[in-house]
């Protein structure tokens, strides 16, 4: 206690008597005023001192102001060049892998599928590399997965192999295209779907949508879209030949000319059917044909079960059946049938493969390969 004493008059003996006196006559709760208030020392507000005011705030503010505008023109630099150079690093890799490695993986096929890198050139025309990759991806998923090849390691030489087939098989198609356009022959989404419902109806695409989408994903990995694409691609190349073969047309022309004016069809079969085995029988098929034959092709069954007994179908373009066997042109007969079995007669045109007017047309206007196997 004596000590806190001591202290306090320390403290006092500190202050100065007239701030004690001062302290000691203070009433806080008094509300007398010895001070009177004066108008004379508050500012005006004006326009003037509204603007001066304001411009000394905005000039504060401007020094937090510009930091931010600077840092912004920062960001927008920054992430340009990021996306300049991930742009740069995305082309090298491609272009190394699509012209130097020959990747085929998945990823770079989806770039080709965005980005139109070419693999080939006719005259001023390009072969994009994606419809390279789109025909050898499908063979590469069919040797790996069906015949468990290993097409990176012991059978690499089949890769090589199949490499050069589905460059030359795409070369070929661009040359197709080509007569087409000059020749103005086309094909209709319509007519791709006539030619897969001929099929399926025939069950020649499975028994189901779901069976015929899984069979094209487990043997070539391809979607039904990848199909239709490649059928189209087929059925071009079929009226290709049809429109530039005009002597085999003309030859069918004649004949059903002939037999519109009452000709014998099984003398004329004798006479002008380049079938073989229906030739020398009057062109006899030999054999009933049901909606499911797997030995006529789609679009004579299907003539066929429209035709009434006796009548002789229009000139029709069949597909051909074994790769070694040509498309051809056909006049159809049915001689009789019980509803779900028919017997008919055919005669056969043989048109010519378009590759001869592939090949024609590269000894004038040579193809360049960007790619060398």
């Known amino acids: 206690m004596i000590k806190r004493l001591r202290r306090v008059k320390k403290v006092r003996d500190l202050v100065p008597d007239s701030v004690v006196e001062k302290a000691a006559n203070l009433n806080p709760l008094s509300t007398k005023t010895d001070v009177v208030p004066s108008a004379e020392n508050v500012p005006r507000i004006t326009n003037e001192t509204i603007a001066e005011h304001r411009e000394e705030v905005l000039s504060g503010a401007r020094k937090y102001i510009y930091p931010l505008q600077h840092s912004k023109h920062r960001i927008i630099v920054v992430t340009t060049s990021i996306v300049i150079g991930a742009v740069l690093a995305l082309l090298v890799y491609c272009l190394l892998g699509l012209y130097k490695f020959y990747s085929y993986n998945t990823f770079i096929y989806r770039v080709t599928q965005v980005v139109p890198f070419p693999i080939a050139r006719i005259n001023h025309s390009f072969v994009n590399y994606e419809n ?27 890769l090589i192999l199949q490499r050069k087939q589905s460059l030359a098989a795409v070369i070929n198609n661009a040359y197709v295209k080509i007569l ?7 094909v209709a989404d319509k007519e791709v779907d006539a030619r897969i419902n001929e099929a399926r109806s025939q069950n020649r695409l499975g028994s189901s949508n779901k069976v015929f989408a899984d069979v094209l994903r487990d043997y070539l990995g391809w979607s039904v879209s990848d199909f239709k694409r490649s059928l189209k691609q087929e059925i071009l190349s079929e009226k290709v ?16 000319s002939h037999l519109r ?9 004798k006479q002008q059917s380049d079938d073989p085995a229906a ?12 909606q499911t034959n797997p030995n006529v092709p789609p679009e004579v069954v299907d ?9 002789v179908s229009e000139v029709i373009l069949a597909s051909r059946l074994e790769i070694n066997r040509p498309d051809s042109l056909e006049i159809l007969k049915v001689t009789q049938t019980d509803g779900t079995t028919i017997s008919a007669q055919h005669i056969s045109f043989y048109l010519k493969d378009v590759s001869q007017y592939v090949d024609s047309l590269k000894k004038k206007e040579q193809p360049k390969a960007y790619v060398k196997f």
């Open 261 to 269: 004016s009452g000709g014998d069809f099984a003398e004329l079969a």
């Open 180 to 186: 087409a356009d000059r020749n103005h022959v086309s």
């Open 241 to 256: 030949e049809a429109q530039l073969d005009t002597t085999t047309r003309g030859r069918a022309a004649d004949v059903l």
């Open 303 to 311: 003539t066929l079960f429209k035709l009434p007994p006796g009548q």
């Open 132 to 158: 390279y990759l789109f025909e050898l991806r499908h063979y590469v998923h069919y040797y790996q997965t069906q015949l468990q090849r290993d097409l990176n390691g012991n059978d690499k030489q089949q």
């Open 279 to 290: 030739k020398n029988n009057g062109g006899e098929y030999g054999f009933g044909i049901t």
